[in-house]
């Protein structure tokens, strides 16, 4: 795009994680909703309301695509419908981006890549963890060698009654635990550490408590013609190596008997750290062990979603380097569904990542 152009103008695709999106979007100077794509009219409307300007609605997104007054689509649906519509967007010439994970698959992951990668546009991941203050900071000080060589990492997202229902792509076959909330930890930390090759997987996973309606959110009773169409995992764990000889073990619960939990750590050679709490642990050279705060600086985002609308806007107009293309979202997604296939078959899978 011409770098006399002043604004985007995006489209927003899902009423759900479009929202904090969207919003983000029309809060930067040079981004602007123009429209709105959603099944259910009501939601767009609620939406538009919460938005400066007007906004055109649909309920198609292939006519939303062929609009000529969008340049770009943000893709905000249940997994299974990331593909398609950014497939649509971008063979109509639109950047995009897409809520976590890319992909229901990695066949179709692999597919949107290399026809977003082909179309010269921009393509990107919206990912609220990896640029969210915290793990930025950790990023910034693992890159500045803070910890050494990070040589193992622990990540897990544990819910003790958290199964979404409100939309049964979530727990159809493409949904399930680990792509929903197994992505974020697994993305950070792999991003902290660096982005290292994956190279093999060993996993186990399952549905323990969805098929029986069983620790669904807020411990609320879903129906039976909801839970029995469960086709997913939730639960899902693993252990990943990488070419350079890192080890990541990897967890993701929906509902467990264990209290809920959002973590990180990180085994460094000169330190480790924790995402909750924020803190480093080393040793100071007199051999005497610290356990040190650590203070997040000062930045100019209040929100996760701010610096993900920033950068989208910024590789737009300014021709910035992504930082979160769709590619980083495939080996992640190469990296989850390896698991999953462990989990059914037993055995260790093989990761050709890229």
């Not at 330190?271 to 909750?276: N, R």
Request: net charge negative; aromatic share 10%; proline share 4%.
């Amino acid at each position: 795009m011409s770098s006399d152009k002043k604004q985007v103008r995006v489209a927003v695709v899902g009423m759900g994680i479009g929202r904090p999106n969207g919003s983000a979007l029309s809060r930067n100077a040079r981004g602007k909703v123009v429209a709105l794509c959603d099944l259910d009219e009501d939601r767009m409307k609620g939406f538009a309301k919460d938005l400066p300007g007007k906004q055109k609605l649909y309920t198609d997104y292939k006519e939303m695509c062929q609009a000529s007054d969008i340049d770009a689509v943000f893709v905000g649906t249940p997994n299974q419908w990331h593909v398609p519509i950014a497939l649509e967007a971008v063979k109509n010439g639109k950047h995009v981006m897409v809520t976590k994970p890319l992909a229901d698959s990695e066949q179709a992951a692999e597919e949107l890549v290399e026809v977003a990668e082909d179309a010269g546009v921009v393509n990107m991941m919206s990912l609220s963890t990896r640029f969210g203050h915290a793990c930025q900071h950790l990023g910034s000080l693992a890159r500045d060698d803070y910890f050494g060589d990070i040589y193992y990492a622990r990540a897990r997202s544990v819910r003790r009654s958290g199964i979404p229902a409100w939309n049964l792509g979530f727990i159809q076959k493409g949904g399930g635990a680990f792509r929903d909330m197994g992505v974020h930890v697994l993305d950070s930390v792999w991003w902290i550490m660096g982005m290292p090759t994956p190279i093999a997987v060993l996993g186990a996973a399952g549905a323990k408590f969805g098929p029986r309606g069983l620790g669904y959110w807020n411990r609320s009773k879903p129906p039976k013609s909801t839970y029995t169409k469960y086709d997913s995992d939730d639960y899902a764990g693993g252990f990943i190596t990488f070419e350079n000889g890192v080890g990541l073990q990897v967890e993701s619960f929906w509902a467990s008997h264990q209290p809920g939990e959002f973590q990180i750590e990180l085994f460094g050679t000169e330190a480790g750290a924790t995402l909750s709490p924020l803190k480093a642990y080393r040793t100071d050279k007199d051999g005497e062990f610290e356990d040190i705060d650590l203070k997040l600086p000062k930045s100019k985002y209040n929100e996760a979603w701010d610096a993900i609308a920033d950068h989208f806007i910024e590789c737009i107009l300014d021709d910035v380097e992504c930082k979160a293309p769709l590619r980083h979202g495939l080996i992640v997604q190469q990296m989850m569904e390896g698991l999953l296939k462990s989990g059914e078959t037993g055995r260790e899978v093989e990761i050709k990542a890229g």
